[in-house]
């Protein structure tokens, strides 16, 4: 059957889907979910990130395994590390793994730098200082307040709770490092636990 044309032995159908949802600027069709006995073979009906779209459409040129690890970028799965090299070295890819998004180039060709943007976040002293300044308005803060000082303005490429744990980091380098010679401590437990500047980095700077 495979000699006179009658079966496709050599996936060229699957391969033809590829390049359609791409023509589309669609998701490109994975096997996520598959497992030994069992083959799944999703087509995505529509746009899960903008950025990826807007390169598509401005990028035609992209080389197809390019096109391949970001499409797993956008639907959050893991590249490995030489995929994810050869896309930063493309100028295509940043972000620490498992939170990759693309590169400032790419939001700028696409016009998607806001996202880009949100993407990235700010840098961790300007959060610090977004504690340390709330802290020393107040007096104390709650961890109910740091996550609403701080929540929304976390990058947006990572999940709500990587953005917990980016918040108790920020909290404990505080506490353990601080910020242009400021330290907070922790007081009180509980739901009564506060978190306020710490009097010994006052006294280190007099």
Request: glycine fraction near 6%.
């Amino acid at each position: 059957m495979n000699l006179i044309g009658m079966i496709d032995k050599s996936g060229f159908g699957i391969r033809e889907m590829v390049k359609t949802q791409r023509r589309r600027f669609l998701p490109l069709p994975d096997y996520e979910g598959s497992t030994a006995l069992r083959t799944v073979f999703n087509i995505h009906g529509q746009a899960i990130d903008e950025n990826y779209t807007q390169l598509l459409m401005t990028r035609q040129e992209l080389p197809l395994e390019h096109a391949l690890w970001l499409d797993r970028v956008q639907k959050k799965l893991s590249v490995s590390d030489a995929q994810a090299q050869e896309l930063r070295r493309a100028k295509l890819l940043e972000g620490r793994k498992p939170n990759h998004f693309v590169s400032a180039s790419v939001a700028n060709a696409t016009n998607t730098r806001s996202q880009y943007t949100k993407n990235k976040g700010l840098n961790d002293a300007m959060y610090k200082q977004f504690i340390v300044q709330h802290i020393t308005e107040f007096k104390q803060a709650s961890i109910a307040e740091m996550r609403e000082i701080l929540l929304d303005k976390l990058p947006a490429s990572l999940t709500e709770a990587q953005k917990e744990s980016k918040i108790k980091n920020l909290l404990s380098a505080l506490r353990m490092v601080g910020l242009n010679g400021q330290k907070i401590k922790a007081t009180g437990d509980g739901k009564r636990r506060h978190w306020i500047l710490d009097d010994v980095s006052f006294k280190s700077n007099e």
